[in-house]
């Protein structure tokens, strides 16, 4: 196997470490600290370097609001280790009176003709299940996920 495929590979495999052990952390905790939660999953990780930026003291009260949204999160990185080819991935969260927003995005080599997979599918069809959406702008440039969850079914 090529070396960037193997090392891929070892990243995914890391964070769905990290992953699992910040999904235990979601289903013990009343209030889950997602600000900490994302931190964990961006962490560690050197190419692309990661930036992430959250806005307005992300606090998400119900745990399965909390669970997608990182969930989404470590989606995207994935994709981001596995196909970019990027030197830097941004991943901004904003926190809203009605929900959060979400933005990740990548210098890397675009995604021109993206199909999308089980991971990518399976996060579409959670968001939408919670009154969210997902969508994808790949380019030439870099490539671009904005995700959007409110926080109550009524707020969509």
């Not at 964990?40 to 119900?62: C, F, K, Y």
């Not at 399965?64 to 994709?79: D, G, Y």
């Not at 399976?122 to 790949?138: I, M, N, Y």
Request: proline share 4%; hydrophobic share 40%; net charge negative.
């Amino acid at each position: 196997m090529p070396e960037p495929a193997e090392r891929a590979q070892g990243l995914a495999r890391d964070l769905l470490r990290e992953l699992r052990g910040v999904v235990t952390t979601l289903r013990e905790d009343e209030r889950p600290e997602l600000d900490q939660a994302l931190q964990a999953l961006t962490s560690g990780i050197e190419r692309p370097r990661t930036h992430l930026n959250t806005v307005g003291g992300l606090q998400i009260e119900d745990p399965v609001r909390a669970h997608a949204l990182v969930r989404c999160v470590q989606e995207l990185v994935t994709n981001a280790l596995k196909h970019a080819r990027a030197e830097n991935l941004w991943v901004d969260v904003v926190a809203t009176t009605e929900g959060v927003a979400l933005k990740v995005r990548d210098d890397g080599c675009g995604g021109l003709g993206l199909r999308e997979g089980h991971g990518l599918t399976g996060v579409r069809e959670r968001l939408a299940e919670l009154g969210g959406w997902l969508a994808l702008t790949p380019g030439s440039g870099g490539f671009q996920a904005s995700v959007w969850l409110p926080y109550s079914d009524a707020a969509s």
